[in-house]
Structures are given as structure tokens and as C-alpha cells.
């Protein structure tokens, strides 16, 4: 899981399917977006210098970054950066 600006990720993503979140409190649930083209692997997230803040793991795993002005983006991505990522949010 990252923390970066809005366009850093929106760099790293370019072509590369992906779903974004757009309404965490929908009324008929979280909706999500699919962005992109076909789902496939992006560079691995470790090779990006642009993130404000990185965590990872199994099991729970927290990310705590006080934010300035801006806009962010929050990514879960599996670390090697292939498609496919569970989470529980």
C-alpha cells in the first residue's frame, strides 16, 4: 500500500487496467471504476521513487501519512506489481 500524489500514480498506471475507487459510501455499497486497458503488470511499486509513504505485510497493516494540500492517492498493489489484489479494506 502507497500514499502519492494523484498524477505520480496516474504516471505509473498509464495503460495498465486497473479499478478505481470513486464511492467508498454509496448506498448500494462501495462502487468502484475500471479504468485503463487489459489488467496486466505494472512495474513493481518498491521501483517507484515518487510515494510519500509505503507499507506492506500480511495480515492487518497500517499506513499513517498527515497530508498537505494536494491531491493523493491511496494504491494497493500486490509488491511485485502483477494484477490480481485482495484486500479488506
Known amino acids: 500500500m502507497v500514499i502519492a ?3 505520480d500514480v496516474d504516471r505509473w498506471l ?3 487496467g486497473h479499478d478505481e475507487l470513486i464511492d467508498p459510501y454509496g448506498e448500494s455499497g462501495v462502487l468502484l471504476r475500471r479504468v485503463g486497458g487489459p489488467a496486466g503488470a505494472v512495474s513493481a511499486p518498491a521501483e517507484q521513487a515518487s510515494w510519500l509513504a509505503s507499507a506492506s505485510g500480511t495480515g492487518t497493516v497500517v499506513l ?3 497530508l498537505t494540500d494536494g491531491r493523493f492517492a491511496v494504491v494497493l498493489a500486490n509488491v ?3 494484477p490480481d ?3 479488506e479494506v
Open 5 to 7: 500524489a494523484e498524477d
Open 14 to 16: 498509464a495503460g495498465a
Open 64 to 66: 499513517d501519512r498527515a
Open 80 to 82: 511485485e506489481g502483477s
Open 85 to 87: 489484489v485482495a484486500a
